[in-house]
C-alpha cells in the first residue's frame, strides 16, 4: 500500500514537472529551436548516466530500429519546438491546452499508423474539441499572435500523438529509459544543424536554465514517470498526465501574471474533459 502511494506520488509530480517546463519558453532567452536543442542534450546526458549506473544495455536488438530511433528523435525535435514557440507567440495556456489535444488527434491517428479499426463517434469528440479551441482562438487572423500559437500548439499535439502511438511499439522490446535515451540523442542531431542559422549567444543564465530544463524537467521526470508505473496502472497514469496543462497554468498564472480570460477558461475546461473522456474510453 505505502509502495503504491509512493509510486502514484512520484506520477503526480513528474506530471507537474512536465506541466511547469512549458514556463521555460517564457524563462530561456533562445530561440523555440535552440532550447529544445539545450533540453534534448542536457536530457540524454542525464539519461546515459542513469543507463550506467543500473548497468542497463546500449544495444539495440535490430541495426533496424537506429532508423525507428532517428525518426522518432525527429518527431521529437518538431514536436518541442513547435510546443515551446507556440507559448513564446501566444501564452503558456494556449501553447499548454492546445497540446492537451492529443488524445483526440490519436483516435483518428491509431487506425491509420495501427491499421485499428475506426469508429464513428470519434468524429463527435474531433467536433467538441474544436469548439473548445475556437473559444480559445477567438479570432482567425495570422496577425493574432494568439491565433499563430494555437495553429503551433496544434502540431505539437498532432506530433506527440504520433510520437506516443509509435512509441506502444518499442516500449515492448526496450526499456522506456532506453527509449528516452535514444529519442533524445537523435533529436539532437537533427537540431544540431540549426546552429548554423538561428543565432546562438552563450549566457550563463540560460545555460543553466537549459540544464534544469534537461536534468529536472525532462530527465528526472521521465524516471519519476516510468517508477511510478510500477504499480500505477496506465490507464490511471494516462488520466492524471492530462492535468499537465492544469498544472502549467496555475503556474504562469503565479510566475508571469499570465490570466485566461473567461472565455479561454471556457475553452481549457470543454479541451480537458474530451480529453479525460477519451483517455478513459480508450484505456
Not at 87 to 107: E, K, R
Not at 117 to 124: C, D, G, I, V
Not at 230 to 243: D, E, G, H, P, Y
Request: aromatic share 16%; with cysteine; net charge positive.
Amino acid at each position: 500500500m505505502l509502495s503504491g502511494n509512493r509510486h502514484l506520488l512520484f506520477i503526480h509530480f513528474a506530471v507537474v514537472l512536465f506541466g511547469l517546463s512549458g514556463l521555460f519558453a517564457k524563462f530561456i532567452a533562445y530561440p523555440a529551436v535552440l532550447i529544445v536543442l539545450g533540453r534534448v542534450f542536457f536530457a540524454a546526458i542525464f539519461l546515459f548516466f542513469i543507463m550506467k549506473s543500473i548497468k542497463l544495455s546500449f544495444s539495440l536488438t535490430y541495426k533496424k530500429d537506429f532508423i525507428l530511433f532517428f525518426l522518432l528523435g525527429l518527431v521529437l525535435a518538431i514536436h518541442w519546438s513547435s510546443f515551446f514557440y507556440s507559448i513564446q507567440v501566444s501564452t503558456v495556456a494556449i501553447g499548454l491546452i492546445t497540446f492537451a489535444t492529443f488524445p483526440v488527434f490519436s483516435v483518428f491517428l491509431e487506425p491509420i499508423l495501427l491499421k485499428e479499426r475506426f469508429h464513428r463517434k470519434n468524429l463527435m469528440f474531433a467536433l467538441i474539441t474544436s469548439i473548445g479551441v475556437l473559444l480559445i482562438v477567438q479570432e482567425f487572423n495570422f496577425k493574432n499572435h494568439l491565433f499563430i500559437g494555437v495553429i503551433w500548439g496544434l502540431l505539437s499535439a498532432v506530433t506527440f500523438s504520433i510520437l506516443s502511438i509509435l512509441n506502444r511499439k518499442l516500449v515492448r522490446g526496450y526499456s522506456s529509459i532506453i527509449v528516452g535515451f535514444y529519442q533524445n540523442c537523435f533529436a539532437f542531431i537533427v537540431l544540431v544543424p540549426f546552429l548554423l542559422f538561428v543565432p546562438f549567444h552563450y549566457e550563463g543564465k540560460n545555460i543553466f536554465l537549459l540544464i534544469i530544463l534537461g536534468v529536472i524537467f525532462t530527465g528526472v521526470s521521465h524516471v519519476l514517470f516510468i517508477e511510478g508505473l510500477k504499480s500505477v496502472n496506465v490507464q490511471t497514469a494516462s488520466i492524471i498526465a492530462v492535468l499537465e496543462p492544469v498544472y502549467g497554468i496555475i503556474a504562469a498564472i503565479f510566475f508571469l501574471a499570465e490570466i485566461p480570460t473567461v472565455q479561454e477558461v471556457f475553452g481549457i475546461v470543454i479541451i480537458l474533459s474530451m480529453a479525460i473522456y477519451v483517455t478513459i474510453k480508450n484505456k
